[in-house]
């Protein structure tokens, strides 16, 4: 069985290049989640109401990805990487959960934030990744955090 370290970056890049670090020190391969209609530079100004990823996260939409993982029954561990946005995934991973049968998969969650903690953001995932275990959940800003 293999490992997967899937991530979604928003316009920083700070969890794409964790992820990518993250993926060569565990020889696995790499998968980068992005939404069906990209983000623009405003759509994430968090600090306007009315920016899309405020209009998104507080409305509880769907928000279709993209690109799909190939061979996803091959993976038996998955590092699940994101930025956190009001102390939860992005609407845009719960999308991407639920495209997945998680059954058997082993689930290891890295967020990044400028200041919010985790929360309780693996235990809102769960019910997104049915069959699959959450190992662990944590709010990183190196590699070294997560291994």
């Known amino acids: 069985m293999k490992t997967l370290v899937a991530y979604f970056s928003a316009e920083m890049g700070k969890t794409r290049k964790i992820a990518e670090e993250l993926a060569a020190k565990l020889g696995a391969d790499i998968h980068e ?20 990823c405020n209009r998104e996260k507080i409305g509880k939409k769907y928000v279709p990805v993209a690109n799909k993982v190939q061979n996803w029954e091959e993976y038996n561990t998955v590092y699940l990487g994101f930025p956190i946005w009001y102390y939860a995934a992005p609407n845009l991973i719960n999308t991407f959960c639920k495209d997945y049968d998680w059954t058997g998969k082993t689930i290891h969650i890295f967020a990044t934030s400028g200041s919010s903690g985790i929360g309780k953001t693996a235990e809102k995932l769960e019910s997104y990744v049915t069959g699959g275990k959450i190992e662990d959940a944590k709010r990183v800003t190196s590699t070294d955090e997560i291994l």
Request: charged share 20%.
């Open 33 to 52: 989640i992005t939404p069906a209609e990209p983000y623009s530079v405003a759509d994430l100004k968090w600090m306007n109401p009315l920016a899309r």
